[in-house]
C-alpha cells in the first residue's frame, strides 16, 4: 500500500522490522511459514482428559490450558470418507491434504484409483515454498503418505517410501521406514537409500545438521539411531531423557525449513491413535503432552513472526470413543490416578511378560498383585478394588497362566485382543478408577477440534468438512489447489 507521508513510511518499516525480523514481510498478509498439526486420533475427550490430567498433576482443579487450547480460532471439522461414514487415516489424510474425498486405505488418489490427487504440500512446492513432512510414527505410514504418496493401499509401505523420494520434499522425519528395500513388496524397486543417496538425499540419525552441509544436499530425512516397534519414536510414557522427542524434530526442521520465502511443515502426533486404540489413556494423555510441546516449539517461532505464521492444529478422526465419566463413578472423576501406570500398555506386555518367566511362568495371583502394586508398574491395590475389578483380575490371571482350552482361547482374543492378559486387565481397571471410559477399540465419527492463530487465522473458524482445511491454507498462502 502506498504511503504519501515518508514519515509514515518510514515508521511502518521500522515497525515491521522490529516484528518480523529480517525477512520481509509476506504480500497482502499471506501466510509465509504455516505448521500444519494432526493429532492422530485425537477428539474433543482426548483433549479434556490431557488437560484435566495436567491440571490435577500441578493440584490444580478443572482443565489446564495445553500451548494450543487458547488459540483465538477454534472450529470444528466434519471427519467421513467418501465410502464410509467412519473414516480411516488414510482417507481423512487424503482429504486433509488434497481437499478431496477418498475411499478407506487410499492414499492420494480418487476413490477408484483412476487419478491422482496432489497435496497442498505439493503445490507449497511449485509455488516456492520449502516444504517438511515430520511424524512419530514411521515416515510411510497413512498420515505423512497422503502429503507426497499416490497409491491404492497404505500397507504398500515400500511403494509409499520411493513416493517420498519422487515428491523431493526439503526434510522429512520419524521414526524410519517400514520396508525400504522391498523385502514385503510384490514389485521391489530397489533400496530408496540408494536411490536417495543418487538424487541428493541425506538420510541422518543426527539431529544437528551443520548448515554447511545443508546447502550440499536436496533433502534431508531424519530418522532416531533407534526406532521403537514399527519404526516409531517411542511412546512419552516410556522415554527416558536419551530418547528423541517429537519436539525435537519439529525443531530440526523449523531450522531445515527456514528461509526467506516460506515453508508449509507438516507435524503428526501419530501415536495417539495407537494408544487409543489400545484404549490405554495414560498412554494417551502423555502422547498429548508431547504433541503439545511440539506445537510449542511452532508457537516460539510464531512470536519471532507473527505478522507471516499460521499454525493449525487439528486431528484426522477420533479414536476409542473415549469419555471424561464412567457410570459406576457416576459424577466422580479421579484422573490423577492415571500418573500411577508407568508404561504404555505395549510396554507393560513385556515387563509382565518378563515378570511370569521369573517366576516360570506361573505366579500367584497374590504375587501378580504384589507386582502390579509396585511404583514402578501401576501403583494398583487391591483393597480399593471393587468387586467386579477383583474378579476381572483374577480373571485375566487365569487367563494368562492356567492351561486354556480352545474355546477359552477364543475367549481370551475376544476379551484381551493380542495385548498380555493380566496387562489389559490392570489398565482396564485404572481407566476405570480414573473415570475414564471407552466405547470401541476403533475410530468412531466423531467430529474433532481444530485450533489456529496466526495470519488468515479467521478462515478456520466454524463447522467445516476435512477437505476444506487444505483448500483454506493454500488460500492462506496465497495460492489454489484446484487446479
Known amino acids: 500500500m502506498k504511503k504519501n507521508n515518508l514519515i509514515i513510511l518510514i515508521a511502518a518499516s521500522i515497525l515491521a522490522v522490529a516484528l518480523t525480523g529480517c525477512n520481509p514481510v509476506s504480500k497482502s498478509g499471506e501466510a509465509k511459514y504455516v505448521f500444519y498439526f494432526i493429532g492422530d486420533g485425537m477428539g474433543f475427550q482426548h483433549i479434556t482428559a490431557t488437560q484435566a490430567f495436567v491440571a490435577a498433576q500441578n493440584d490444580a482443579k478443572g482443565n489446564a490450558p495445553l500451548s494450543f487450547t487458547n488459540f483465538p480460532i477454534t472450529g470444528v471439522v466434519e471427519t467421513f470418507a467418501h465410502n464410509r461414514f467412519i473414516t480411516g487415516s488414510a482417507a481423512a489424510g487424503t482429504a486433509m491434504s488434497t481437499g478431496h474425498k477418498t475411499s478407506i486405505n487410499t492414499i492420494g488418489l480418487t476413490h477408484d484409483h483412476s487419478d491422482s490427487l496432489f497435496s497442498v504440500a505439493h503445490f507449497a512446492k511449485e509455488n516456492g515454498f520449502k516444504v517438511g513432512v515430520a511424524t512419530s510414527v514411521s515416515i ?288 482396564q481397571i485404572l481407566n476405570e478408577m480414573a473415570s475414564i471410559g471407552w466405547t470401541t477399540l476403533s475410530h468412531t465419527a466423531s467430529h474433532v477440534p481444530l485450533y489456529a492463530i496466526g495470519a488468515n487465522q479467521e478462515l478456520f473458524s466454524g463447522q467445516i468438512d476435512n477437505t476444506e482445511i487444505p483448500r483454506r491454507i493454500a488460500t492462506a498462502m496465497g495460492f489454489s489447489i484446484d487446479k
Open 140 to 427: 510411510d505410514h497413512a498420515t505423512p503418505a497422503a502429503f507426497y504418496a499416490h497409491q491404492p493401499s497404505r500397507n504398500m509401505y515400500h511403494e509409499i517410501s520411493h513416493d517420498l523420494i519422487s515428491a523431493g520434499y526439503n526434510f522429512y522425519a520419524g521414526g524410519g521406514f517400514r520396508d525400504p528395500d522391498g523385502d514385503n513388496s510384490d514389485k521391489p524397486r530397489g533400496s530408496i537409500y540408494s536411490r536417495g543417496d543418487s538424487l541428493g538425499f541425506l538420510f541422518t540419525s543426527d539431529l544437528q545438521v551443520d548448515q554447511n552441509v545443508l546447502t550440499q544436499f536436496k533433502s534431508v530425512v531424519y530418522s532416531p539411531p533407534v526406532s521403537a516397534s514399527s519404526s516409531t519414536l517411542k511412546y512419552k510414557i516410556d522415554c527416558s531423557d536419551e530418547d528423541v522427542t517429537l519436539t525435537q524434530i519439529t525443531e530440526m526442521g523449523i531450522e531445515v525449513l527456514n528461509n526467506p520465502d516460506g515453508f508449509l511443515f507438516m507435524v503428526e502426533g501419530g501415536k495417539i491413535d495407537w494408544a487409543a486404540h489400545d484404549n490405554d489413556a495414560a498412554t494417551v494423555v502423555n502422547e498429548i503432552i508431547s504433541f503439545s510441546d511440539a506445537v510449542a516449539a511452532a508457537l516460539e517461532f510464531y512470536n519471532k513472526y507473527p505478522n507471516e505464521t499460521l499454525i493449525i492444529v487439528t486431528a484426522d478422526h477420533e479414536t476409542g470413543g473415549m469419555s471424561v465419566g464412567v457410570k459406576d463413578n457416576k459424577y466422580e472423576s479421579y484422573i490423577n490416578l492415571l500418573s500411577n501406570q508407568k508404561h504404555s500398555l505395549e510396554m507393560l506386555n513385556i515387563v509382565i511378560r518378563d515378570f511370569k518367566e521369573q517366576h516360570n511362568g506361573r505366579p500367584t495371583f497374590n504375587q501378580v498383585v504384589d507386582f502390579l502394586a509396585s511404583n514402578e508398574v501401576m501403583k494398583l491395590d487391591l483393597s480399593e478394588l471393587s468387586s467386579k475389578q477383583h474378579e476381572k483380575l483374577k480373571a485375566a490371571h487365569q487367563a494368562s497362566v492356567a492351561p486354556q482350552t480352545d474355546a477359552q482361547k477364543q475367549s481370551n482374543r475376544e476379551n484381551y485382543g493380542s495385548a498380555e492378559p493380566i496387562a489389559m486387565a490392570s489398565m
